[in-house]
Structures are given as structure tokens and as C-alpha cells.
């Protein structure tokens, strides 16, 4: 490879690229890149090269003494975001631990997604089900705690997302609700908030929208159960009072509602920034009865659920339970537990104690709460296997880092955004360049680990844990081939009419358009509930409402931190790449009200504090947040990786001031904006 360059010819991107793709080529031939297996040799951070036989021998071996002596309970794993975008490991990784009766899974979603999955599942039936906005034909974009002209639309597949947005301005009106005047704010309209108090806003315009008579009860009756609950329950947040919380004026909170109500093609589209507060899975369920009772959900232009080619569900886990867990009953959402659990499972003796770790693609000290007590906890495990492109601050605790190949290294198809896409677009991609040095991709990893770990279990006569006929084999682009098939999608190219398949793909090396645009009346086909209706009131959120009665506004003077994300940026790495890094300097974002209340001015350094924590920065000072309100990017405070341009960047690890015990209960989900901080000068 020389260069990476747009394809003019994808009939989706039309020739956009995002610069962290352009990057690949960076990586891909990164001299601190790991081309070999690692071992542990001596203190966190120090390997040795090993073959790939000698590692799986040893790992497999160890991996079933310590499920001999503790069963499945005794290993844990945390699946991290860049498995999102390889199928091989979207379809190799919880199959394997299902296979294996591996449960406590962890992974990026208690960080991101799992109040929208929870929220899902109580009201659709599915953790998969997230509604999208028909960008197309929506004149009314209502954004509520997302930047997607930095993050380029999170659950939510539009490649040239600007346009789009500009094309809705241009008709009617973008509005961002964000504690940030952030780019996407600033391009369009921006209502700022105080961090973590969504949930009195968007109760407030339901309210408003009841109270002017803008639902139409009927129609609503028709489509959904729980109506006149939420309406009842809800009915102490005025405007009034939920200026008290969230600062956002009642006037202006009563007429955006009307404004949404009124506006004939309208939806709001919430992300992370609803999703990590204290009371983030009502609040996205409020986002999306927002949608329902203005008669925007399933309209068109409205909220609506993507016409996905395959079905997801048979991919990824879509329930919700509550499971029974060593430190009592405890959410599992779509198969994740709350990420708080993890050290204890590791750093608890007893019965069932975690002994051994596999993580994936993750940089849990940095990119998840608690860091500090993670690394005493992953320094006691047994068994630390971790997958990845580089050492990094996480896995250089591990016992064998295994070296990862890159998407341009493997034939993929990706199906992740399948559903969230505004004109519904397929790909499939040969391998690039042959995986370099001896890197693997995840499923191959996942079937040499499985066969091994299968002839282990089975020769172990004493071992009833574990019955299975035969080891798991993965191999995923024919799996996603056979959902295609199975899933029965028809396009016509050419003006013959064809069934989705890789093969046809394939002979489409630019990528298939496979509608004009979305359906969008189909969507309550969609709702999975047991009686096909969508849930806007589960029993299960009366606490949360007992919670919303007792919780007291902001008290004056307080600061509550969020953090953020930069173009040049994915989470805590990319940062080993030197045109993407040079520019970046993370800062603390204040506002100069608050500045000068903390006595900071621009370019001082301050410390920042929470009842968890305490780190250094950089401030900036700087309009463009919210009184009492500061911001952090994530993803900082190298040290300790191979990484060593990323080690010399200046930055600190924000989520050392996250709570890993807070967050909301019913959805396992970190607070990760919101968390009450003292600023002080240095
Ligand atoms: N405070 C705060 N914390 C946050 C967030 C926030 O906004 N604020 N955001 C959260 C979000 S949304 C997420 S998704 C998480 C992400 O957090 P994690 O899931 O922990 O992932 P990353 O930080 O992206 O780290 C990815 C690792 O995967 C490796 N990697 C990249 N590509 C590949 C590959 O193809 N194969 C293999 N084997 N390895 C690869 C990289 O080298 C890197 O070490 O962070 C969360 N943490
Ligand atoms: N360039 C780049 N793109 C990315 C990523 C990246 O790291 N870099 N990460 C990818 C990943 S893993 C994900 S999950 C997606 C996320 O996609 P988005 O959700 O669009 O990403 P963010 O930029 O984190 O947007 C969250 C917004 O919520 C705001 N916010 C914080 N707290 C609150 C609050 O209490 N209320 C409200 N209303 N707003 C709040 C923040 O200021 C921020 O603007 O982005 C993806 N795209
Ligand atoms: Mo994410």
C-alpha cells in the first residue's frame, strides 16, 4: 500500500472518507505495531516474542486448569469497540464464550450504548432496536447529546452527515441540545444544558405537549401501551421546574416542544451524550416517547427503525436479564454486565472468583472508570490474554498480548451499521494487503483457541462442565453470506432481480445501494413486544421516578464534568500517529464565569477532582461550554504502551474522576457525564 484515497464510485460515501481512515496506512505499517505473539516475562509491560504455538499451547492449558477448578465462572472477557467494525469478531467472540458458558462479559457498550439498548428493549422488545432519524425527509432535526459532525452519526449510517444536516437546515431547522456549543451546535442551532439533566427537559416537553393538546391520544393508544402511566408520572416536571434542573429556560423548553410537535416531518435522534448519566435509560425512553407522542415515530421523515437486509438479532444478543451474580442481582443487557463488576469479580475471593481475562481490542485503564483499581485487578489475574494492534496501557499487564490484524488485512463485510442506515448501502471488501508479520484476525484466533480449549475440557474425564460434541468453528463472511440468504432481501441490478449474497457483492466491488431511502411506515412491524406494540411504561422504571422526586437540582457554584470527542481521535487510541496527533492538545474546557469563580485563566494549570479522583490538565477558557458545566476529551494520559508518539503527548486520563460504581442500575451503564468536580489552580 502507498496511499489510501475516497472512492468516488461507492454509491454511499460518494467519495467521502474520514481522515482517521485515511490514517490505516499509518498504522498498518507502524513501526511500534506488534507483528508477533507476546509473553510476559517480567513486570507489567515487559515481553518477549513467542511463537503462535507456544502461546495457544500455554494459554489454552492454563485457561482450562482455571476452568476446571472454577468452571465458566472463573473467566471473564471485555469485547472493545474495534470489534464492532470486524465481523469476524462480531461473529466469532460471544459465540465462542456461549460455546465455552463464558458469562461475564464486559465490554465498550456500559460505556456507550446500553441505556439505549435497555431503553429498546423495554419499549420494542429488542436491545437492537434504535431508532433513526429519516434524514432524507425530515425538515425538523431535533439532536440531543451527540456531535455528529465530529463522531460522523453514532448508531446512525449517513457518510456525508453534513450534507445532510445542511440540507434539513436549509428546509426547516437543526437544533442541538449539548452542554457544548460544539461543532455541530455551532454550525446550526444550539440549546446549551447542564450536564446529566436531559431527563427534565425532555419530561418537560412531554408534559407541554400534553398539556396543549398536541398528542393525539388515539393514534397513540393505537401504536403504544403505557401512554396515560408516563403522562401521570410525569406530570410534576413543568417547564418551570425543569429550568431549576437543566437550565435551559421554560419558555424555551415549552416552545421547542410545540415547534417539534408542529413541524410536519420531525424527529429527535439522542446518542452517548443521553446514554451515561444517572438516569440514562428513562431519559432515552422520554427521547424516544418524545418521538412517539408528537407522531413521529414510523412517519415518514420522522423516527423510524432502518430496512436492515439481514437480521441483527441473529448476530448479537438482544435480551435483557437480571442475572444472579456474587455480589447479588444485577442487570445483564444484551449479555453485559456493568462495568464496575469487573474488578470485583477479579479482586473478590471466594467462589467463582474471575481467574482468568481475554480481552478484545480494549484499553479498559483509560477508556473505562476506576483505571486505578483496574490495574491492581488485572496485575492479580492468573490468566490475562489480551488481542490488539499495539501494547497499550491495559494489556501491558497481560500474559500474552496477541498481535491483531487491521480491516485492511482481512475480507470483510461489514453488518454493524446494517440497520442504522439512511439509504440502506452493503459491502463487501477482499483483503487489502495479507495480514502483516504474523498477525491474526479474531475468528482465527477464536477457532485455533476453541479447538484447543474443546480437546482440553473433553479428554478431562471429571470435567462436567463442559459436553459439547465438537470445538466451534467460526468463519464469517459465509455466515453473514448464509443470514443473507436466509434473510431473503431482493434488489434489482441491472434489471435483473437478484438475492443478496457475497457473491453478489462481491462482484460489486464499490459497494450496493440497496434502496433509494427508508420505508419508514414499517416500523412498528418492526416492535417485537409480545403484544407488537411499543412499551413507553415498564413497572420497572417506577423507581427511577422515585429517584427523579428526590434528586435535588444543581447547587449553585457546581461544576459537572462530561467529556468529549475529536475528529482526529477513536477513544483512547490513534494517538501513535503523528499527523493525526500533532494537533492535538486536550485541555479542560470552562467557561470564564467559572474561570474566574476557580481563579483559572487560559492556559493555567488546574486539578481537577471528584470524589474518585483527581487529575492535572491544561484549561482553556472558553465560551463555548456552559456555565457549570466543563468538558475533557477521553482517551489520554499515555503512558506505560509501545506506543511512543502517543506516550509523548501531553493529557490525562479523564475517567481516573469517573465513579466506577455510578451510573444508572437498570441498564448498567457508566456516569460518565455529569460528575461533580472542583476545579482548583496548580
Ligand atoms: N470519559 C469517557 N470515557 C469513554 C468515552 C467517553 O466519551 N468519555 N467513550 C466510550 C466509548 S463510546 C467507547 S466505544 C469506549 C472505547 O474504549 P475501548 O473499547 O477500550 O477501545 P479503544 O479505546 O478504542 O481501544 C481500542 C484498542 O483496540 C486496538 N485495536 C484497534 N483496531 C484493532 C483491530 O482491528 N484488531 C485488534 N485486535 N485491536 C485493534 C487499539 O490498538 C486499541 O488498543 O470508550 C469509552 N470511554
Ligand atoms: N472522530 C471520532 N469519531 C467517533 C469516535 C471518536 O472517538 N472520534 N468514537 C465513535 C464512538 S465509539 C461512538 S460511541 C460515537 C459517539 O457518537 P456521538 O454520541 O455523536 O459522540 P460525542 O461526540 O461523544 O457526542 C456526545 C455529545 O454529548 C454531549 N453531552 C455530554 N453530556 C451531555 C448531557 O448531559 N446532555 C446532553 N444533551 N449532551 C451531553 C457532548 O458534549 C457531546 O457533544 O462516535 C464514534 N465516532
Ligand atoms: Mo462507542
Redo the contacts with the bound molecule.
Keep these: 500500500m502507498t496511499r489510501i484515497a475516497p472512492d468516488r464510485d461507492n454509491p454511499h460515501s460518494h467519495g467521502h472518507v ?1 481522515v ?1 481512515g485515511t490514517s490505516a496506512l499509518d498504522i498498518a505499517y507502524d513501526p511500534d505495531r506488534l507483528l508477533r505473539p507476546m509473553r510476559r516475562v517480567g513486570g507489567p509491560g515487559e515481553f518477549e516474542p513467542v511463537s503462535w504455538d507456544e502461546a495457544m499451547t500455554d494459554i489454552a492449558g492454563r485457561l482450562a486448569d482455571i476452568m476446571r477448578r472454577g468452571g465458566a465462572d472463573a473467566v471473564a472477557n471485555y469485547i472493545g ?1 474495534p470489534t ?1 467494525y470486524s465481523n469476524g469478531a462480531q461473529v466469532s467472540i460471544r459465540p465462542f464464550l456461549a460455546h465455552f458458558g463464558i458469562w461475564k462479559m464486559f465490554s ?1 457498550a456500559t ?3 446500553t441505556a439505549r439498548m435497555m431503553a429498546s428493549y423495554l419499549a420494542y422488545g429488542s436491545a437492537f432496536r434504535f431508532p433513526i432519524p429519516d434524514l432524507d425527509r425530515c425538515d425538523f432535526l431535533l439532536v ?5 459532525l ?6 446512525l449510517t449517513a457518510p456525508r452527515i453534513r450534507e445532510d444536516l445542511d440540507a434539513i437546515a436549509a428546509r426547516g431547522r437543526v437544533i ?5 456549543e ?1 461543532e ?2 455551532q454550525r446550526y442551532e444550539h440549546v446549551p ?6 431527563i427534565w427537559m425532555l419530561a418537560a416537553m412531554i408534559n407541554t405537549l400534553f398539556a396543549d393538546d398536541l398528542v393525539d391520544l388515539e393514534a397513540a393508544r393505537a401504536i403504544a401501551t403505557g401512554v396515560d402511566e408516563l403522562r401521570e408520572r410525569l406530570a410534576f416536571v413543568t417547564p418551570d421546574l425543569a429550568e431549576r434542573y437543566c437550565g435551559v429556560p421554560a419558555a424555551r423548553i415549552a416552545q421547542l416542544a410545540r415547534d417539534f410537535a408542529m413541524a410536519p416531518r420531525a424527529a429527535a435522534y ?8 444517572s438516569f440514562s435509560t428513562l431519559a432515552v425512553v422520554l427521547h424516544d416517547a418524545l418521538n412517539l407522542l408528537a407522531g413521529k415515530f414510523g412517519a415518514v421523515g420522522g423516527s423510524v427503525f432502518g430496512d436492515s437486509p439481514i437480521d441483527l438479532t441473529r448476530v448479537r444478543p438482544t435480551g435483557v436479564e437480571t442475572r444472579e451474580t456474587r455480589f447479588g442481582p444485577k442487570a445483564y443487557v444484551a449479555s453485559n454486565l456493568h462495568f464496575s463488576m469487573l474488578a470485583d469479580e477479579i479482586l473478590t475471593p471466594g467462589k467463582g472468583r474471575v481467574g482468568a481475562f481475554l480481552m478484545e481490542s480494549g484499553n479498559i485503564v483509560l477508556s473505562a472508570p476506576g483505571g486505578s483499581r483496574l490495574e491492581e485487578a488485572l496485575d492479580a489475574l492468573e490468566l490475562f490474554v489480551a488481542h490488539d494492534l499495539y501494547i497499550n496501557e491495559t494489556n501491558r499487564y497481560a500474559h500474552y498480548i496477541l498481535p491483531g490484524a487491521t480491516f485492511l488485512e482481512r475480507a470483510d463485510v461489514p453488518t454493524i451499521g446494517l440497520p442504522h442506515m439512511v439509504r440502506p448501502f452493503a459491502q463487501y471488501t477482499d483483503a487489502v494487503i495479507p495480514p502483516q508479520g504474523e498477525t491474526r484476525n479474531e475468528h482465527s484466533i477464536f477457532n485455533d483457541l476453541g479447538r484447543r480449549l474443546h480437546d482440553h475440557l473433553v479428554a478431562d474425564p471429571g470435567a462436567s462442565l463442559y459436553q459439547r460434541e465438537c470445538a466451534p468453528l467460526f468463519d464469517p463472511v459465509s455466515k453473514i453470506d448464509g443470514h443473507m440468504r436466509d434473510g431473503g432481501f431482493e434488489i434489482e441490478v441491472g434489471g435483473v432481480r437478484e438475492a443478496l449474497s457475497i457473491d453478489l457483492l462481491a462482484r460489486h466491488p464499490h459497494g450496493l445501494a440497496l434502496a433509494e431511502g427508508l420505508t419508514c411506515t414499517n416500523s412498528l412491524s418492526k416492535v417485537v413486544t409480545a403484544d407488537g406494540l411499543v412499551h413507553l411504561w415498564n413497572p420497572i422504571l417506577e423507581p427511577e421516578v422515585e429517584r427523579l422526586h428526590a434528586a435535588a437540582p444543581p447547587a449553585p457554584g457546581e461544576l ?1 464534568l ?10 483512547s487510541w490513534l494517538h501513535n500517529v503523528d499527523k493525526l496527533v500533532r494537533s492535538q492538545r486536550p485541555a479542560l474546557m470552562i467557561h470564564p464565569g467559572d474561570a474566574a469563580m476557580c481563579r483559572l485563566v487560559d492556559g493555567a494549570r488546574a486539578q481537577v477532582s471528584s470524589a474518585a479522583g483527581m487529575i492535572e490538565v491544561d484549561v482553556r477558557v472558553t465560551a463555548s461550554v456552559a456555565r457549570g458545566a466543563v ?1 475533557y476529551p ?2 489520554w494520559g499515555h503512558r506505560g504502551g509501545n506506543w511512543r508518539r502517543a506516550n509523548g503527548v501531553e493529557g490525562a486520563n479523564v475517567n481516573l474522576l469517573a465513579d466506577p460504581r455510578a451510573g444508572d442500575a437498570i441498564s448498567a451503564s457508566s456516569l460518565l ?2 460528575i461533580v468536580v472542583e476545579v482548583t489552580p496548580v
Design positions: 474520514c482517521k469497540n464492532a465498550a460505556q456507550d450504548a440531543i447529546g451527540a456531535n455528529p465530529v463522531s460522523h452519526g453514532s448508531a442541538v441540545v449539548d452542554p457544548r460544539t455541530t451546535a444544558i447542564t450536564p446529566d439533566t436531559d439522542s446518542r452517548v451524550g443521553l446514554c451515561r448519566g459537572r462530561f467529556s468529549i470527542r475529536t475528529l482526529k481521535s477513536m477513544n468538558c477521553h482517551g457525564d455529569g
